[in-house]
């Protein structure tokens, strides 16, 4: 089989990858808010939850998923969820730049045995962390961002460009019918393997890209002057799209 059969595939992905949504927000918020390597993390989180959708959709995981409903049901009600709470807490977080203990007692208080309050916990603390690395330059609007120390810290970073990208179980119907229409019939395992590579490697150039200019001095200072505001915006658009995958009737 021609590897020029998949150009229509790779076409449409990339036109898919590039489009404004939350893995975007997230990634374009860190790097620019608080460093280049912040922004990469996020955005390997990204791209992380990208190959597990994928995968998920080449090994026929959409058709369980469409014989049972309610794990469907399940999961978009938790990826909302995810959604809201990030975005309530960029704007807690934007509005009182005092967030970091915020953060912290929210991470206390999640249930360490539970996903939910887990994933939450550990958002709360970024978004802590995230507001105090940028009022400690808040006095000029230019100092430096500060790279996030430890191993735990960069750690959450990736879980929360993962997990943000888990958010919208949509993304399985997507890539099932993306396959299903898009991929060659009868492509074998290796063409499947290289198809899937491809698009991965697709997904973390346009995000690192992302990452890397909103890191440079220009836009980083530019975030910091309008921070508040872009933030509040941000969060906005987070409630939004975690609204929209609450089911209806």
Avoid at 8 to 27: K, Q
Wanted: glycine residues 12%; hydrophobic residues 50%; positive net charge.
């Amino acid at each position: 089989m021609s590897w020029l059969a998949l150009l229509p595939l790779l076409g449409f992905w990339t036109l898919a990858v590039i489009s404004p949504g939350p893995d975007f927000l997230i990634t374009l918020r860190y790097s620019a808010g608080r460093s280049r390597g912040s922004g990469l993390r996020v955005a390997a989180g990204v791209v992380t939850g990208i190959a597990v959708w994928a995968l998920a959709a080449l090994f026929g995981l959409t058709v369980v998923v469409e014989r049972f409903e309610w794990l469907y049901t399940a999961t978009r009600v938790a990826g909302a969820l995810f959604l809201v709470a990030l975005g309530v807490l960029t704007i807690r977080a934007a509005r009182r730049p005092a967030a970091r203990a915020v953060g912290t007692d929210l991470t206390n208080q999640g249930d360490p045995g539970g996903r939910t309050g887990t994933a939450t916990g550990e958002m709360a603390a970024s978004e802590g962390e995230a507001s105090g690395d940028r009022s400690a330059g808040a006095a000029d609007g230019v100092t430096p961002p500060v790279e996030a120390g430890g191993t735990q810290s960069r750690w959450r970073e990736w879980r929360v460009g993962l997990l943000t990208n888990l958010a919208n179980p949509k993304a399985l119907a997507f890539f099932g019918a993306l396959f299903a229409s898009l991929l060659p019939h009868g492509a074998s395992m290796a063409v499947r393997a290289g198809t899937l590579a491809t698009m991965l490697v697709i997904a973390f150039t346009w995000f690192g890209c992302v990452a890397l200019l909103s890191a440079t001095p220009v836009i980083a200072r530019s975030y910091r002057r309008a921070r508040r505001k872009l933030d509040i915006v941000t969060g906005a658009l987070f409630i939004g799209m975690g609204s929209l995958l609450i089911p209806r009737g």
